[in-house]
């Protein structure tokens, strides 16, 4: 049984080296994608403040498809031309929106949320899909949070092996 510990730093740069040998311990071992994005999502949205949607989309070769998240139900399914997601997807680099309402097409699965960012997921040269974060408030994230979301992706997708 895992246990997750609270993180003890406030500071971004500690918060997320906390939080990403919590997940490597997590995945350690398991190589299925649909058990540990569930873990990863449970554990980032348990330890990081201010976030109401964290999860991910997969891409099934024509749309993003929603898989494990944590927060409210959401869009089943986004095409790439569409939404940050979409943006993160089809350009296959993090995008960090500080004010969603901002974001040309954005698409508002929860009304409550204010800023958003979402990693792209790339194995190889192919796109698996996307991890997706939403905040209630506006500007929550930063560079940091590029960096430390990015670094989760990475143990997110080290612990696929090849079985992506």
């Given at each position: 049984?895992?246990?997750?510990?609270?993180?003890?730093?406030?500071?971004?740069?500690?918060?997320?080296?906390?939080?990403?040998?919590?997940?490597?311990?997590?995945?350690?071992?398991?190589?299925?994608?649909?058990?540990?994005?569930?873990?990863?999502?449970?554990?980032?949205?348990?330890?990081?403040?201010?976030?109401?949607?964290?999860?991910?989309?997969?891409?099934?070769?024509?749309?993003?498809?929603?898989?494990?998240?944590?927060?409210?139900?959401?869009?089943?399914?986004?095409?790439?031309?569409?939404?940050?997601?979409?943006?993160?997807?089809?350009?296959?680099?993090?995008?960090?929106?500080?004010?969603?309402?901002?974001?040309?097409?954005?698409?508002?699965?929860?009304?409550?949320?204010?800023?958003?960012?979402?990693?792209?997921l790339v194995?190889?040269?192919?796109?698996?899909g996307v991890?997706?974060?939403?905040?209630?408030?506006?500007?929550?994230?930063?560079?940091?949070?590029?960096?430390?979301?990015?670094?989760?992706?990475?143990?997110?997708?080290?612990?696929?092996?090849?079985?992506?």
């Amino acid at each position: 049984m895992f246990t997750i510990a609270t993180p003890t730093t406030q500071d971004k740069a500690g918060l997320y080296a906390e939080v990403t040998a919590q997940a490597r311990a997590l995945l350690d071992g398991e190589h299925d994608r649909i058990a540990n994005a569930a873990n990863l999502a449970a554990l980032v949205y348990r330890t990081l403040p201010d976030l109401n949607w964290a999860g991910f989309y997969f891409f099934d070769g024509r749309e993003l498809v929603l898989g494990p998240f944590h927060g409210n139900p959401a869009c089943v399914r986004i095409a790439l031309e569409r939404g940050v997601c979409g943006a993160a997807a089809s350009q296959r680099r993090t995008q960090v929106v500080p004010d969603v309402h901002a974001f040309p097409g954005h698409i508002a699965c929860d009304a409550a949320s204010r800023s958003e960012i979402v990693v792209p997921l790339v194995l190889g040269d192919r796109l698996i899909g996307v991890w997706d974060v939403d905040s209630p408030v506006p500007g929550r994230f930063d560079e940091a949070d590029r960096v430390g979301m990015e670094a989760l992706c990475r143990v997110y997708l080290d612990s696929l092996g090849n079985a992506g």
